[in-house]
């Protein structure tokens, strides 16, 4: 009885700690066969324990150099679409002017489509301008779809800010240059920073629309994409379980210095 | 261009008058090279993609406008059952995912205590691996004669699922259950943070003030948390069904030809098969789709302040 009782009262913790076992149990398996041998061309059946793929993990074709194609792409598209973001996020949150509703819909338009919509669209508009495609096309269509979810980030930072902090500092007699370099940027910061990561991750992972207008340019999803038809290599799980060990350090590391800061506040 | 943003910035709140006509113009500045952006790159597209639609042609001849609007009615012809089980997967997928995700959102709302930070880290940790290996992952889960399937067997869900129809024999990969599985994984994290969004906003005082007043539990989950969390559930379920609808990537991995869905078929009428206009006609159908199942959707919930 007082099992049924503890169970009843624990009924949404035991449902919720499921769900994270499903939503984390793929990342486990990736990093348990990171360390597999497998038989055939496949990394699908666990055979035995091996360190081969960690020790080389470059030592598949082509596959280093998708990665470097990706990040190149993720650091360009982030820059772009992090300037143009935030400035569309300044003008929306400090400015009146016409047509705000369009410019809002235009935003907003982006995230409620399907991101194989996007994708083709794009490729039309290439194919009957008959543009290359290839480096160029990837990076245009990445700071598109990243440039909506930058505004949103910003903009919820720049909303929630105090203006009468950039009103202290102009009493004080700093110009509008000094007040935007030395208070409302440093303030912005976290928003700014957060819509960066975000971009950064979209870019890096995206598959769907890189696909499309991608041409004979191979990222590191298309790469991941062409061997599960070809034959996927151990090293592709070194390089999932790298990423996922190098991001939780980053977030670890971003809570720490967070916490310590607060104490040293308190 | 940094001289033009910097400047006027404050100039709302400031005393001393800026320019005015400068000032005027600074909005306008800002949003010029975003905006012009996403009209160039994504609105123009879809413009290009209607006139691509009413094309008609070969690869070698060229593609000319001829307004052949059959095009379409072949397409919804030809391609009705993907779009309709576009619908039914991405919508067991929402569902399912509203369900699996609804507990968690909660837990960490109001029951993770100071573990709260850690369980958020944890949902979002999955998108730091690459989402193709992680779904490629489900292959090895759900592999015939593997422990899952092993243990669906024993339990006799299989026989469940063969009876409905959502898979066949003793196989979960290959099947609407493994491509609905997979959207499913995929897509929880966009519904469990805008849940527990929008439940850590409800005040915990309504929940006592709900057991004062003799409510059980569950009554107070069904009258107070739930209908309070409304927006979450509106956004998340958004979130999680237009991507859903659109993906290709579950049902080629995971699936089989079965299963395809309508973004499998964009994918290979544009990629493989090259015929432009049917894949250009399908893909306007979806987006006018969505757009038409979102606007009512947004309309029927009363939730209006998502964008």
Redesign the interface.
Known sequence: MAFVRWFKRN???I??????G??????V??TV?SFNKPKGRFN??WQQFSLDAWRDPCGVADMCGSLSISLQIAVWATIGATI??T??A??LV????RARGA????????M???????A??????F??LGAQLGFWTIL??H??FC??FV?TAVKARVMSMD?RL??AA?DLYAG??Q???RV?LPIAAPGIAAGALLAF?LSF?D??IT??NAGSTVT??MF??GS?QRG?PVQ??V???A??I???LF??AG?VISNRRNKQKA | MASVTEAPLLAPQSDKKPPRKRGRLVPYWLLLPGILWLLVFFALPMVYQVSTSVQTGSLEEGFKVTWHFQTYWNALADYWPQFLRSVLYAGAATILCLVLGYPLAYLIAFRAGRWRNVVLILVIAPFFTSFLIRTLAWKTILADGGPVVGALNTLHVLDVTNWLGFTSGDRVLATPLAVVCGLTYNFLPFMILPLYTSLERIDGRLHEAAGDLYAKPFTTFRKVTFPLSMPGVVSGTLLTFIPASGDYVNADLLGSTDTRMVGNVIQTQFLRILDYPTAAALSFILMAAILIMVTLYIRKSGTEDLV
């Open positions: 009924l949404v913790v449902g919720g700690l499921l769900t994270l499903y939503l984390l149990l793929p990342n398996v990736v066969f699908y059946e143009l973001g400035m569309i300044f003008a400090r400015y009146r002017f410019v809002n819909s235009l935003i907003f338009l982006p409620a489509m399907p991101e194989v919509v996007m083709a669209s794009l490729l039309t508009l194919l009957n245009i269509a700071i598109m440039l909506s505004v203006p950039e009103q102009q509008p240059v007040t935007f370099l409302t991750a992972d598959f769907i696909n499309f590191f999803p991941v994409w599960a996927t592709i799980n390089i999932g379980t990423m996922f190098v991001a939780v977030v670890l809570m």
